[in-house]
């Protein structure tokens, strides 16, 4: 599977291709884990059984505990009551089943992960200085459009969350960082936070309810669907994306 997902263009950490004779396991696996926008959990007997598949997986739900989708999980010749006794939390998250083929869990991950482009640049991109060049006071409309264009290619999506969040941009710039954070996907709270906040314009809500619908955040559509305080025509919106 790690073979299939990096033929798909995706960074793939994975300890069989990461570590070397005489590599310490544990700290690579915190590198692996911080370094990580997701975690692929194959929840197996052999998964249950072991320690360190069990640490790996506490340090996934740490950070999911900011609010966004991090796990995405794998069942393997496990039943819904196994993983229940094990984790009610794990258990109710949508999850795919090996069964049905490593190709088709590929697709799934990269459907679930919306494939976020990944630019060999990224590395070398200094995202805060383009940040500060979109919202500075003194650069000219041509200079701030090239730094948030790269900020976009390069994915660079805690910098584009302020942008949307400057209320001194003009409205085009943060339209599209928001068009671009609501295309990756992984910012789930945040996007919530948007369709929720009383600062949100109608078609802010509307870019960042899309971008949650398109990654099946079954969590905080729900929350906008019970949300009685939204517009009537968005909680709709939810429920009917909640139903397919």
Do not use: C
Request: no cysteine; aromatic share 8%; charged share 30%.
């Amino acid at each position: 599977m790690a073979n299939k997902l990096i033929s798909k263009d995706l960074r793939v950490w994975y300890d069989k291709f990461t570590l070397t004779l005489g590599d310490s396991l544990r700290r690579s696996i915190d590198i692996g884990l911080a370094r990580s926008r997701y975690g692929v959990v194959v929840l197996s007997d052999n998964f249950f059984e072991k320690e360190w598949p069990q640490k790996e997986l506490d340090g996934l739900i740490s950070r999911e505990r900011e609010g966004d989708k991090v796990i995405l999980p794998i069942w393997h010749n496990v039943t819904e009551k196994q993983v229940r006794s094990y984790s009610p939390i794990l258990a109710s998250k949508v999850a795919i089943s090996s069964e049905k083929g490593v190709d088709v869990v590929v697709d799934e991950i990269l459907r679930a992960i919306k494939k976020p482009r990944i630019s060999p640049f990224k590395e070398d991109v200094d995202t805060k200085r383009l940040s500060a060049i979109v919202t500075g006071a003194f650069e000219d409309v041509n200079t701030k459009e090239a730094a948030l264009t790269t900020l976009i290619r390069v994915n660079a999506i805690d910098e584009l969350k302020k942008i949307v969040r400057n209320a001194w941009l003009p409205r085009a710039f943060k339209v599209k960082a928001l068009e671009a954070i609501a295309k990756d996907g992984s910012a789930e709270k945040f996007l919530n936070d948007v369709v929720t906040s009383a600062w949100s314009e109608g078609d802010f809500r509307e870019i960042a309810l899309d971008g949650l619908i398109n990654v099946h955040s079954t969590k905080y559509l729900i929350d906008i669907m019970t949300n009685t305080w939204l517009d009537s025509r968005l909680r709709k919106k939810a429920a009917e994306a909640l139903k397919s």
